[in-house]
């Protein structure tokens, strides 16, 4: 018995073998036993064993043969929350595939405040991620001069009126 590369094995004629375990990660030729071990999961990818190629459960080797372990990998998928300032979600997206990026609700709202955007950037995703909406406090601000015409104005930054002496406001 001979190994060739990581993953192959090359075996003589006349050798008995079997394959045995979940997805036949298990090959044994002539007592030594050879199992195909995957590569870690990372956050971008799962990694399975798929089994040996030639497959038979077992057998004897007739000519010259080569096993080879068989892998695959599939790029992991991950879920996206957006949520409010209060944790109510406003939009769940599943199925995000890493490295790619997740699609926002429209722009909430929220009485007395105004959206400023989201707290994280969701171009990327390499997880599962919540995403919370930011807010800024506004502030309506009425004017009206003596002659009856008003207007408001409606502000989440400093706001300086300059008023002539003796004008009074409420």
């Known amino acids: 018995?001979?190994?060739?590369?990581?993953?192959?094995?090359?075996?003589?004629?006349?050798?008995?073998?079997?394959?045995?375990?979940?997805?036949?990660?298990?090959?044994?030729?002539?007592?030594?036993?050879?199992?195909?071990?995957?590569?870690?999961?990372?956050?971008?990818?799962?990694?399975?064993?798929?089994?040996?190629?030639?497959?038979?459960?077992?057998?004897?080797i007739t000519a010259d043969t080569t096993f080879t372990a068989n892998f695959s990998k599939v790029k992991n998928k991950y879920t996206v929350t957006f949520v409010n300032g209060s944790g109510t979600t406003l939009k769940t997206q599943e199925n995000v595939t890493y490295g790619t990026g997740a699609t926002a609700p429209a722009d909430p709202t929220y009485s007395g405040y105004r959206f400023t955007g989201w707290d994280v950037a969701f171009d990327n995703i390499t997880g599962n991620l919540t995403v919370t909406a930011q807010w800024v406090k506004t502030y309506v601000v009425t004017i009206a001069n003596g002659d009856s015409t008003s207007g408001s104005i409606t502000t989440s930054a400093a706001l300086s009126i300059t008023v002539d002496t003796g004008t009074s406001y409420t």
């Open 1 to 60: 018995i001979t190994t060739s590369a990581a993953l192959s094995i090359t075996v003589d004629t006349g050798t008995s073998y079997t394959i045995t375990g979940d997805n036949h990660i298990t090959l044994t030729i002539d007592g030594k036993t050879y199992t195909a071990t995957k590569n870690s999961n990372t956050a971008e990818y799962t990694y399975s064993t798929t089994g040996w190629t030639p497959y038979a459960a077992s057998g004897t």
